[in-house]
């Protein structure tokens, strides 16, 4: 059987540095930091008060205030991107076979401010269970794609991805192997997340997971860097409309690349700990470029998983030279997260889509707050540190890891008709 082409035809993204696509990409290229004090609730007395949320955003302006209320933060971000990234993909769903069309989304935590207030109000309560009718379908994490496919009547398959914060990138993997079989022609996909709460900071904080670089937030996600303590919690989501080839073309749809492979594997080592030696990051990519069928040496760059944290950094690079050799060193090597945190189950999308971007624009997005160098990285990297680098690149890689050993890789390629 000969496995059917896709292509992404649509985007839209919501981060802590662009509230659309465009603003996003700007903010990548500016090398602008998302990191700042928490706004969201008094974490005064959190041993870390900052984090990436998202800035000048209301609701109000994209969905109405009934709809709103019926969803937590994360289904309203999730239905924010897919109609970006429909409307950039421009199909006309009046004219399309909607069993044909799915959504598969992904969330490491979902709906957790809805849990954490509906328990709050409950301790704070004569003990009379009285929750919100709207509790269990705003916090289960699979509501997600369920409102995006209500909204556009889109009946083609749909679930939601869990693997911690590979989860969007597991999704784009999952769309990518329908529309390669011949199950559906055209998929909304990618993920969303909104974890900076009470119960999300304090969670983290407790696993010292966490940058507690308090008096200099904007320069806390510092990947790389030998003084990196930790990663920054972001918030936000986005959207790939993935289509198949000859259906996009039918159609006249403008395409930003081919994704040409996904790849998946286990550490099975540790619940939040990489293996030090980066197994399952090394089998992930050499998982990803076998199903894409090209050598390492094809590829140009990698947006890493790159958390700023003491032992994954080390760890994911470590695999990088195991799987690229010499090459490694040919290649550019970043990590967008040095600017908008770390958005969890949205991490994987949103780093897909810088990848996306940095082939159709010739630009590599840097690493930022780069100031000292850490002994046990390979100063001869190029680790993209500090500014955007031009580069005429034809394929780009994108790594999400997830606590529980889950690993995730995508590969993207320019258009070869």
Not at 56 to 67: A, G, Q, S, T, V
Not at 183 to 194: I, K, L, R, W
Not at 370 to 379: P, V
């Amino acid at each position: 059987m000969e496995l059917k082409r896709v292509v992404v035809t649509g985007m839209g993204a919501l981060t802590p540095i662009g509230n659309n696509l465009n603003e996003y990409w700007e903010g990548l290229i500016n090398g602008v930091s998302g990191a700042a004090p928490i706004t969201h609730f008094d974490a005064s007395k959190f041993k870390t008060r900052f984090a990436c949320e998202l800035k000048n955003f209301d609701i109000n302006e994209f969905l109405n205030r009934k709809e709103a209320r019926k969803m937590d933060k994360f289904t309203q971000y999730a239905m924010v991107v897919a109609d970006e990234a429909l409307a950039d993909s421009g199909i006309d769903l009046e004219s399309e076979d909607r069993s044909r069309i799915g959504v598969i989304w992904g969330a490491g935590i979902g709906g957790l401010e809805t849990f954490q207030n509906e328990v709050l109000n409950f301790s704070d309560g004569d003990g009379t269970p009285r929750f919100n009718p709207f509790f269990i379908p705003k916090m289960i994490a699979d509501i997600a794609p369920g409102h995006i496919s209500i909204k556009h009547k889109l009946h083609g398959p749909n679930f939601t991805t869990v693997s911690a914060c590979a989860s969007s990138a597991n999704a784009i993997i999952d769309a990518l192997n329908y529309i390669r079989l011949g199950h559906a022609d055209v998929f909304v996909t990618g993920g969303s997340e909104a974890a900076i709460n009470i119960v999300g900071v304090g969670g983290f904080n407790a696993m010292h997971a966490l940058s507690a670089r308090n008096d200099d937030p904007k320069t806390a996600s510092r990947p790389f860097d030998k003084n990196r303590d930790g990663f920054v919690l972001g918030e936000g989501a986005g959207a790939l409309i993935l289509e198949e080839y000859e259906h996009a073309k039918a159609r006249g749809a403008k395409i930003y690349v081919e994704l040409i492979g996904g790849g998946l594997s286990a550490d099975a080592h540790h619940i939040t700990a990489p293996h030090p030696e980066g197994l399952g990051a090394k089998i992930v990519m050499r998982n990803c470029l076998k199903d894409a069928g090209i050598q390492p040496e094809e590829v140009d760059a990698i947006n890493m998983h790159g958390t700023s944290t003491p032992l994954g950094d080390v760890a994911e690079l470590k695999a990088v030279q195991s799987v690229f050799g010499d090459h490694a060193y040919k290649m550019n090597i970043n990590s967008t997260k040095s600017m908008t945190g770390h958005l969890l189950g949205a991490a994987g999308v949103i780093e897909a889509i810088a990848s996306i971007l940095a082939i159709r624009n010739g630009i590599i997005p840097p690493t930022i707050n780069h100031s000292t160098d850490d002994d046990q990285i390979d100063s001869k990297l190029n680790l993209t540190l500090n500014k955007p680098q031009k580069r005429n690149m034809k394929i780009a890689m994108s790594n999400t890891f997830g606590f529980g050993g889950h690993n995730a890789c995508v590969l993207f390629r320019k258009l070869e008709e």
